[in-house]
């Protein structure tokens, strides 16, 4: 088995525990940033997938999973830290040794303060600049009940 991607992974574990050590208001929003780029690219998908549900094509869906990896990227990219990826990295690291689980807590902690502040400071941008007052915003109304109704079905 390939052993180099682990390494990257206690790698960039530790990397982000410096960050930490260094100024913890820049770990914190780090991980504000990431849920603010994940906001914005759930918008864009919705924003994306709607031209294509108006125009009754099968591409809404596909379209709107295609526009959310830019979400992805943008956190990849834009160095933020985003709680999920932290569980994987953190843990991992302090399963083998290189951190201790007490600081693992802590940034499991932080990082997770710190993405529901950003998804909190983006939504109340969101509100105020009354996008969802838009009547192309209405797929995701549709999208949200679509789901919701497979979710009762299923039980």
Known sequence: MENKPFVNVEYFALKKLKIYRDSVLR???RAIMASMFLGFG???????????????TPFAYPMAAITITVA????????????????FYFAYTAIRGKMKWPDVLHLWLISYIGNILGAGCFSLLIHIT?????PTV??????????????IESF
Do not use: E, T
């Open 72 to 87: 992805i990227l943008l956190i990849a990219y834009g160095g933020a830290d985003l709680f999920i990826g932290n569980i």
């Open 138 to 151: 209405k797929w995701i109304s549709f999208c949200m009940h679509q789901q919701a109704n497979h979710i």
């Open 130 to 134: 009354g996008l969802y007052n838009d």
């Open 27 to 29: 770990f914190l929003l």
């Open 42 to 56: 759930v918008i864009v998908a919705f924003k994306s997938g709607h031209f294509f549900h108006a125009a009754y």
